[in-house]
Nanobody
Framework: QVQLAESGGGLVQAGGSLRLSCGASTRTFSTNAMGWFRRAPGKEREFVSSISWSGEATWYIYSVKGRFTVSKDNVKNMGYLQMDSLKPEDTAVYYC???????????????????WGQGTKVTVSS
């Protein structure tokens, strides 16, 4: 059973940076795509970013493009979301997720991610 665990959330002022990490319990992480999602207070969970199994392809929602950078380390079974120039509207619980498909690519579809972490809270103050 794949388990994912996020870390790195916290309170930061607008304009600041945070780096979220996602640790995976199995080596399937190195052959499967991963994604980052977030749920803001009172809102539905939304897609933030996706990275292919190899790390060569990435995708971001428009509102974070140029500010967030997704990456993964297939040796360490770790995923990362570097968040710069944070805005109050980035406040949310952030979740990492992993697809179950071998050599999978990027997608924003939640239903294609089988494994999810518990989330880490990010609060951006103005």
């Amino acid at each position: 059973q794949v388990q994912l665990a996020e870390s790195g959330g916290g309170l930061v002022q607008a304009g600041g940076s945070l780096r979220l990490s996602c640790g995976a319990s199995t080596r399937t992480f190195s052959t499967n795509a991963m994604g980052w999602f977030r749920r803001a207070p009172g809102k539905e969970r939304e897609f933030v970013s996706s990275i292919s199994w190899s790390g060569e392809a990435t995708w971001y929602i428009y509102s974070v493009k140029g500010r967030f950078t997704v990456s993964k380390d297939n040796v360490k079974n770790m995923g990362y979301l570097q968040m710069d120039s944070l805005k109050p509207e980035d406040t949310a619980v952030y979740y990492c997720a992993q697809r179950d498909d071998y050599l999978s690519g990027i997608t924003d579809r939640e239903d294609l991610y089988r494994y999810w972490g518990q989330g880490t809270k990010v609060t951006v103050s103005s």
